[in-house]
Each structure stands twice: as C-alpha cells, then as structure tokens.
C-alpha cells in the first residue's frame, strides 16, 4: 500500500472515530433529555408571588420574563431588611437554603431567584441576551416586582460577577455587597496584566465559548462530567440542577453566561463605597491571591476579606461559615 492510500485510510478512519464520538455524545445527550419539559411545566404550574407568601418556591413576573424563585420571610412584620440572592454555575437558587433559612429567621425579606438561562420562563436563545446589562436588568427588575426600594445582595460564581455589575450600575439600591468566590473585575484584569499566566485559570472557559460541543460534552452519560463537580453537593441539590439541565435549552441556557455575560462588563473607574464582603477559599482553581488582594486598590467603603480552607464550593463546604460571615455583613449595615 502506498504512503498516500495509507494516510488517506488513516484520516478516513480520524474521521470516522470523530463521527461516532459526535453521535455517541448526541445519543448520550438526547437520552437523558426532559423530552416531555416536565421541569418547565412544574415551574409554570407555581403560584405566581405576592407579599402574603412566607416561604415557598414561586413564580415571579419581571420585566419581560418569568422567574422560578425561593422567597422567605415576607410574613416578618416589620422586616429589617431584604435579601437577594444570587446563584452561579451550573447550579440554582437551591444551594442558597441554608442563608434563605437563616435570614428569614432573623427578620429579612429573602428572594433567591434561579436567573435568566435556569428559569424556564426567562430562557432565551440569542447569546447577546446574556450581556451583563441585561442580567443586571433581571435584578433590580426581580427587586422592583418584590417591593424591594434597596436590599443587600449575595452573589457566588457568576452570580457574584451579576452582583459586582449591580453594584457598578445602581449603588444606590444595595445596602451591601458579598461576593463569594469571584473578584472583582479589574482586580481580575489587573492581575492578568502583573502575571500574565494567571489567565490560565480562566482557559476552560474557551471550551465553553463552542458551539453545541459543550452541551454534549456535559450531557453524555447522564450527565456525568456535571455529576463528579457536584462531589460537595446535598443530593436534593444535584437532582434539581439535574433537572433544569436535562430540560430543553437548559444547559444551553446556563452556557449562554460564557458566551454572551463577558460582552460590557462595566470596569468603572470610581471606588466602591457599598459596604462590601469577600469570602473565597484558597484552594480555587478558577481564583487568584492576587486578585483578592488587588481588590483593595478599588474599594473605599467598608471591605472586608475572608479566606476558608476550601476550593470554589465554599457554600457546599462551610455553610455555616459563610451565613454567618454574610450576616454579620448585612446586620453592621443596620
């Protein structure tokens, strides 16, 4: 056999292995799909929010969408404050329960909301529909439904990415600010400029800049490369994650963040003054020292910094850590 007929036969079986792992994947997506959306028709069928609810899960009408929400505390009378809660990826308004609990207890107002992409009545498909503008927009449209003039805000992963931009656009709204695991921005840029290599930590990101790939690649198998993240996860957590992934455009919709939520973050250039917490573990891969500490060079409020011995899950590892730092946060802003 010649050398040319060789490697033609050689790239044709490449291709041929390259054609059945994308069928593979497909098939493995497409089996553990919500074919029939139970999850959206579950989320359709909640009451939809009103002031009387103490402490459910609803739907609450914002702007342009409809958001599956948990909301707590609205029976307190005389409420000492309100709470937002912002999740991240890829997870829900479910890994907040512990706060939720913990500050209605305490006499706050709590909304946590799955946001644009998890709900299935705020999921669209134009990846520009996840600017950071528009998942700004998603907040204070969420606070204004809910009766919330200004409220504190929590936010992890993306979600505190969401949360610094709604502190960049209406500082007048947020009462304080705690941010868990994610920097802030230029704090972020600024260290990828003193060392260049920091930005290895955010390449996985590209993988997730691709089209449909990522979608297979997370959903194959029953979704086990998102199952081995869950490893701090309650299992009640994971089946709700699960399901939102497993309905139509659900993984889409989470990915559409890495795809779309990186075009306009705001870099301003004044100081912070809300009364801000950081919380992070020193084990994250996808978070630098450096950064943390560059924080400061952008705050002139009330900052404080907090480190556990743990990676990106800090919710999962050390609950109560983290609801008690964050209400210590809220309560010094009394």
Do not use: C
Request: glycine share 6%; aromatic share 12%.
């Amino acid at each position: 056999m010649s050398i040319v007929k060789a490697l033609k036969w050689f790239f044709a079986l490449i291709l041929a292995l390259l054609l059945l792992l994308a069928v593979g994947s497909w098939l493995g997506s497409w089996i553990f799909l919500d074919k029939e959306s139970q999850y959206g028709e579950a989320a359709a069928a909640l009451p939809t929010f009103s002031n009387d609810h103490s402490s459910e899960l609803v739907q609450i009408p914002a702007g342009e969408w409809t958001f599956r929400a948990r909301v707590a505390g609205f029976d307190n009378n005389n409420p000492k404050g309100n709470l937002i809660l912002l999740h991240g990826f890829p997870e829900s308004s479910i890994m907040w329960e512990p706060l939720i609990k913990k500050a209605a207890a305490d006499g706050y107002r709590v909304v946590a909301f799955d946001q644009r992409g998890y709900s299935p009545g705020a999921r669209p498909t134009e990846r520009d529909a996840y600017s950071a503008k528009n998942l700004v927009s998603d907040v204070l449209a969420v606070a204004d439904k809910v009766g919330f003039d200004t409220f504190n805000l929590v936010g992890h992963d993306w979600g505190s990415v969401v949360g610094w931009q709604t502190v960049f656009t209406a500082p007048e709204r947020v009462e304080s600010y705690s941010a868990l695991s994610i920097p802030h921005i230029s704090a972020i840029v600024e260290s990828f400029e003193l060392e260049p290599e920091l930005r290895n930590k955010s390449a996985y990101m590209a993988f997730y800049w691709l089209p449909w790939l990522p979608e297979f690649s997370l959903s194959a198998d029953d979704f086990s490369a998102l199952r081995q993240l869950y490893n701090q996860h309650p299992a009640q957590h994971v089946a709700e994650y699960l399901a939102i992934f497993q309905a139509p455009g659900g993984l889409t919709g989470a990915l559409n963040w890495y795809r779309g939520a990186l075009e306009g973050l705001n870099q301003p250039t004044e100081k912070v003054t809300t009364p801000t917490l950081f919380i992070w573990g020193k084990n994250d891969p996808v978070t630098s020292r450096l950064a943390v500490e560059l924080q400061q060079n952008y705050m002139a409020g009330p900052f404080e910094v907090i480190e556990l011995d743990s990676g990106h899950w800090i919710v999962e590892s050390h609950p109560e850590a983290v609801t008690e730092a964050v209400m210590a946060r809220i309560r010094s802003t009394l």
